[in-house]
T-cell receptor, first 114, second 112 residues
Framework: DAGVIQSPRHEVTEMGQEVTLRCKPI?????LFWYRQTMMRGLELLIY????????DSGMPEDRFSAKMPNASFSTLKIQPSEPRDSAVYFC????????????FGNGTRLTVT | GESVGLHLPTLSVQEGDNSIINCAYS??????FIWYKQESGKGPQFIID?????DKRQGQRVTVLLNKTVKHLSLQIAATQPGDSAVYFC???????????FGKGTKLTVNP
């Protein structure tokens, strides 16, 4: 199993630019979560999907952030326009079982906005 | 100005010693708990989990203890090795929901 695949691994962009982060879940996993990790706030849940449907986006910081899951094998997190305070590591995680089962994380995208 | 970040608790042990990492969780309705290990440049990696109907669960070299009375979780690592050096996070399913909420983490350093 290839695990959760995220791309790119690193992204450096200028303030105001659009950023798109990508995630390919583990095949057969029906829940997908986007987290953000910073030194200030630790690991924060941004949004999660069940069966490609967004369930809870209460963690999305602002309207500049949006996430989609057009099919079971792909999800994107978009920031438009990006700001320096968005700099963080963004993780995608998926789960194949019930809610009482572990999430499997990708290796993240390190975003730097200058 | 000075930035204020998370001050991770740290634990430093000698190779071969046992390690105990502690975590206090927040929601008494949470009924599923997980420990993750995160190495530099990688995503959190699942170690062991426990449901609230148990108070102890053992894996390979690891044991998780759950005390629901005081909302406390601990991870014990036996015969700690240099490869165990990482940041360890506890997580709870917030109030029994699908959402997994993470603690602040503890940095474990194993000295050879």
């Amino acid at each position: 199993d290839a695990g959760v695949i995220q791309s790119p691994r690193h992204e450096v962009t200028e303030m105001g630019q659009e950023v798109t982060l990508r995630c390919k879940p583990i095949s057969g996993h029906n829940s997908l979560f986007w987290y953000r990790q910073t030194m200030m706030r630790g690991l924060e849940l941004l949004i999660y999907f069940n069966n490609n449907v967004p369930i809870d986006d209460s963690g999305m910081p602002e309207d500049r952030f949006s996430a989609k899951m057009p099919n079971a094998s792909f999800s994107t997190l978009k920031i438009q326009p990006s700001e320096p305070r968005d700099s963080a590591v963004y993780f995608c995680a998926t789960r194949g079982g019930s809610y009482n089962s572990p999430l499997h994380f990708g290796n993240g995208t390190r975003l730097t906005v200058t | 100005g000075e930035s204020v970040g998370l001050h991770l608790p740290t634990l430093s042990v000698q190779e071969g010693d046992n390690s105990i990492i502690n975590c206090a969780y927040s929601n008494s309705a949470s009924d599923y708990f997980i420990w993750y290990k995160q190495e530099s440049g990688k995503g959190p990696q699942f170690i062991i989990d426990i449901r609230s109907n148990m108070d102890k669960r053992q894996g390979q070299r690891v044991t998780v203890l759950l005390n629901k009375t005081v909302k406390h979780l601990s991870l014990q690592i036996a015969a700690t090795q240099p490869g165990d050096s990482a940041v360890y996070f506890c997580a709870e399913n917030q109030g029994g929901s699908e959402k997994l909420v993470f603690g602040k983490g503890t940095k474990l350093t194993v000295n050879p």
